[in-house]
């Protein structure tokens, strides 16, 4: 009888390991499939949707656009997306293009690999003060990784994206340049939000106390109060 039994329990495991060996690919198939990146190529609604790919021109807002560095041909396109302010991360700047004495631009040059706090809170600041005035574009030489990073945090910042979320929007939206944003997703991995967004709505200029440029508001303030 205890033979048996015993008979009947190893019978028993093994249908069920092999019933689980036989779920697995079936389980990663489903989860494959009903990713919303990847269903049928469907775009998720919520992601920037493509208006110009030759520029990398995208939509993420109703006032908010992204794309690589436009040129002068470029504008009248701009121009009919309602373009107030151009906010250029490149380390050229646009007036060799844009020439336009209505249209703002703010120049405020990043690398990926060495962006801090300081860097974030001064562009995340500047988008949303232009928005005060209109509709921006925020752009780099690509529109890939600056770009991308910057955007990945307005999503996080502004629209409680998670980072995930954000990170399979970089990752996975067509804008190219996948190879190259190991940078951007590790500060966007180790940025602190909750320190970021209290940095912004305090006024402060970094999420640390001893950045230079705290330092040398505390500076200015002792001067101008004696």
């Not at 990146?37 to 006032?63: E, F, K």
Request: charged content about 20%; proline content about 5%.
């Amino acid at each position: 009888m205890n033979k048996l039994v015993q008979s009947l329990r190893l019978t028993l495991a093994a249908l069920v390991f092999a019933g689980a060996v036989l779920a697995l690919p079936l389980s990663m198939a489903w989860g494959a499939t009903t990713s919303p990146a990847l269903v049928q190529g469907v775009r998720p609604d919520n992601w920037a949707q493509p208006l110009d790919t030759r520029i990398n021109l995208y939509r993420m807002a109703p006032d908010l656009y992204r794309s690589a560095l436009p040129t002068a041909k470029d504008w009248p396109q701009l121009q009919a997306l309602g373009v107030t302010t151009v906010i250029n991360f490149y380390q050229r700047g646009d007036d060799q293009w844009l020439v336009d004495p209505r249209v703002q631009q703010v120049h405020l040059p990043l690398r990926t690999d060495r962006i801090d706090d300081t860097d974030v809170i001064e562009v995340l600041r500047s988008i949303r003060q232009a928005q005060g005035r209109g509709t921006v574009l925020i752009h780099c030489k690509h529109g890939q990784n600056r770009t991308g990073l910057i955007a990945a945090l307005y999503r996080v910042i502004y629209q409680n994206w998670s980072k995930e979320q954000a990170l399979a929007e970089m990752a996975g939206g067509g804008f190219g340049g996948e190879e190259r944003m190991g940078d951007a997703e590790r500060y966007l991995r180790d940025a602190d939000i909750p320190a970021l967004r209290s940095a912004l709505a305090s006024g402060a200029c970094s999420t640390s106390p001893w950045a230079m440029c705290a330092l040398k508001d505390r500076l200015l303030g002792v001067i101008d109060g004696a």
